[in-house]
Every structure is written in C-alpha cells, then in structure tokens.
C-alpha cells in the first residue's frame, strides 16, 4: 500500500533557487518555523556527463533531451505547492524502445527532487494498490451505508488520499493491459490531475496506442487527450538497447546467473548465498490479501523453485508482488523455451520479470536454451493461430472481430517480449546485482 508523508500541508520540504551551480538559497520548513540552510548539487545533466566522462555511460543525444526537460521540471517542482498553486505544472510522459534509458533518467531526476511527497513504481503495480485501496475501502462499509451512498465514488475517494501524500508520481513501463485498470483510469487520474498532481511516465507506446484492441476500448479512450493536455510527450526514438550490451562477467561461481540445463549449479549457488544446502531449505507460507501462496523452498531472502511452480501454476500479479518483496533472489530450475503455444506462461512470465525488475530482484535461471532464445514467438505462430480459430468458432467470432480483439496477433505478446529479454539481460551485470533488494510496494521519500 501507499505509505502516508503525513500529509502534503505539513510536509518538510525545501524551497530553492536556481541562480547558479551551488544553489544557495533554500528554506526548511521544520516545526512550522523556516530556517536558512545550504545546499550544494549539480544538475542532471552534469551528473549524466560525469558519468560519460569515466565511461560509465555512452552519451545518448535523446538522452539528454529528455535530462534538460527533466531539469527545468525540478526547478518548477522544488517551489511548486499544490493544489494551492494557480498555475499547474506539465508532467513528462516519455515512451521508446526497450533499453534505451527512460528509466535510467526517470530515476536519476526521481532521486534529485528534494521533497519526501514523492512516489516512485512500476505502473502496474500502482494499480494493484489503488484495486486493493478500493475494496479496503469498500470493505469498511456496511450494506446500508453503501445503499445510502449509491452516488458515491470510491475511486474519487481513493485519488483523494493519493493526492494527500504525494504531489509527484514517477512511473516506470506505463502500460494498460487490463480491462479493469481501464475502466477506471480516467476517473482516477482526473482527480489527481485536478489536485495538482504532477506525472512523469515512461513507457513503450505513445499514448494514441495504450490499450490498443483492448476490450471496451470507447471507455478508455477519454483518458487519452487527458493524459497529453497534463503531460508533454517525448518519443525517446532509439534503436539502441544499451542492457544488451556486453558486461563483465558477474561475481558469482561461474560468472554468470543464467546457464544451460544445470540445476546442480543453482543447487551450488543457493548454498553459496546463504550457506545452507537446498536439502536443509523449509517450505514458507506467504500471506497476503487473505491469502496464502506455498512455492519453492528457502532460507532467509533466497528462494528456490521452477518453472512449473513459478508460471505453470494459476498464479496472478499479486503472487509476484508478494515473491518480488519477500525474496531478493529467486533460483529457478528447468526453465523451458516459452511461446505462443503458451500464451499464459508467457504473459505470467513478462509479468513476473517486471515486478521482479522493479524490486532489483536477482534472478537465476537453468534454461533449456540460451536466454536470448528463451522467448520465441516465431515457430508457434501456425499452432497458435489453430488453437484461435476454434476459439472463434466457439465464440462465434467473425475474422474482423477476432482481429479487432487482437486475438491472432498476440501483440502484447510481441511487444513485451524484447523487454522481458531486456530485463534478462540486464539481471546478468554486476551493476545489478549491487543494487538493494526493495522490498516496498512502492518508493516514497529520499
């Protein structure tokens, strides 16, 4: 869940000026009182050529348009007091191919925000927690109470106490892919919006194509000139995916954290992380939601299991969440090649990598294939399309109608895939693996 700042009218923040490089000029509001303080930073896109300079990073010229918008943004953030202010600030929604560092830059400005009214996650898991918001809330009512407030909105309700604690959303992969999240996104953000939220977005479609073919569509179709009268758009327009290339070897026994059919090596590595053998492991309970989730065996913040029993099984997002903040490393055995024959698994699996991404979880895989091929939509198309046509024939769907419900073109599918290798990719580089295991549902604070 959201975690509560105290509120925004009583938050601790620092107001400051931008005359020059040192910035001297700023005011702490602490015990209602507002003392003179001094601070000292460079700005984003000075951090971003120090990085170049000592060959951290490959200067990227659409990198560093997106860094100086990102810049002024922080400017008008750091005096920017919400809802009371009259002018509203635009947001940043910034869309492009896998890898290209959106994410990278969103974090860099994320971190440089000097406020604690500040949220940070991956999109579809803010969704989770405005769904799991509206049913507590729900919840607390009585039968009588929700018939005498049949008028009453909930989602209004639940913007509300967003907007309570924080002025900035930060999102990573803003994507909509459920019919549910849909429905009620117009509502939600038009509340945030009108009390002065600010939003910053990446993502890999441009606004005009999220929930493309999605089921009831003509409903969510009002958010989108919503979501660009709020948020400039910014085509990130790269062909390069910079998680694809080359990294050092990892320090680990064997050098790398996925290998072909050797599950004695994850067996190996369990005990190289947490010193006990997989044997001595324990079966845990996850609960969650009233809910409980058994899966794999483990000691401390290390999990083993497979396959089958990580996507085989009927396990949803909340499932991944829950494994995402238990576990900082998750070691999975006999991991097949996936593809449109399986279209559950895979969707599970692309699921799965994005909230484990987002947590920093280590993942280790023992495939069948090497993990660039571990994703192939190519070969199982024909079988695929077999599997579709009685679908429709038992839904009574005409050729256009299957079309238009993106049943034959797996779309998602095709789109998400070069991600979730993306991701795989990444998972292999030590800078990686030295990040925090962030077992928070979300990012609030500095």
């Known amino acids: 869940m959201f975690r509560s700042v105290c509120g925004r009218a009583r938050l601790y923040r620092c107001v400051y000026t931008f005359s020059d490089l ?34 951290e990073l490959i200067e990227d010229p659409r990198q560093l348009i997106m860094l100086n918008k990102l810049e002024k943004l922080r400017e008008q953030l750091d005096a920017y007091q919400p809802p009371g202010d009259a002018e509203a600030i635009s ?4 869309h492009g191919g896998v890898g290209c560092g959106k994410t990278m830059i969103m974090d860099q400005f994320y971190e440089q ?7 940070r996650t991956h999109f ?3 969704m989770l927690d405005v769904h799991e918001r509206i ?12 018939n005498q407030n049949k008028g009453f909105d909930p989602i209004r309700a639940v913007a509300l106490a967003i907007a309570s604690e924080t002025y900035l959303l930060c999102f990573d992969e803003f994507q909509v892919t459920d019919v549910a999240d849909a429905m009620i996104l117009k509502r939600l953000f038009e509340t945030l919006f009108d009390e002065g939220i600010v939003m910053i977005a990446t993502g890999n479609r441009p606004p005009e194509d999220l929930y493309k073919n999605g089921l009831q569509r003509f409903n969510f179709l009002p958010f ?5 009268e709020h948020c400039e758009v910014l085509d990130m327009d790269s062909v390069v995916d910079y998680r694809m290339l080359d990294h050092k070897p990892l320090d680990l026994p064997g050098g790398e954290a996925a290998f072909i059919h050797d599950d004695e090596r994850i067996d190996g590595l369990f005990e190289h992380l947490t010193g006990v053998r997989v044997e001595n492991a324990t079966p845990r309970t996850l609960r969650f939601l009233g809910r409980e989730l058994s899966i794999g065996v483990s000691h401390g913040s290390v999990l083993v299991t497979s396959f089958n029993e990580l996507c085989k099984n009927n396990h949803g997002s909340s499932d991944f969440r829950a494994i995402a903040k238990t576990y900082s490393h998750v070691l999975v055995k006999d991991f097949p090649q996936l593809s449109l024959k399986d279209k559950v698994s895979l969707r599970r699996f692309i699921i799965m990598m994005d909230l484990f991404n987002d947590r920093a979880v280590k993942l280790v895989l023992s495939c069948h294939v090497p993990i660039t091929q571990i994703i192939d939509l190519e070969t199982s198309n024909e079988k695929a399309a077999d599997d579709l046509r ?7 769907l005409t050729m256009d109608e299957a079309k238009a419900m993106n049943l034959f073109t797996g779309e998602d599918e095709l789109f998400a895939h070069k991600r979730a290798l993306s991701r795989l990719s990444e998972m292999q580089c030590n800078d990686y693996w030295e990040l925090p295991h962030r077992q928070a549902s979300l990012e609030s604070g500095s």
Not at 135 to 146: A, E, I, N, P, V
Not at 224 to 228: D, T
Not at 390 to 396: A, H, P, Q
């Open 22 to 55: 040192s910035r001297p000029t700023a005011f702490s509001h602490r015990n209602g009182d507002f003392v003179r303080c001094q601070r000292f930073y460079t700005t984003l896109t000075e951090q971003y050529k120090g990085k170049v300079e000592t060959g």
């Open 91 to 94: 947001g940043l929604y910034v």
């Open 224 to 228: 989108i000139p919503m979501l660009k």
């Open 124 to 126: 579809h898991d803010f």
């Open 390 to 396: 009685l679908l429709m024939d038992d839904l009574k």
């Open 135 to 146: 049913h507590k809330y729900k919840s607390t009512l009585s039968r009588d109470q929700l």
């Open 113 to 119: 925000v000097h406020s604690r009214a500040k949220l």
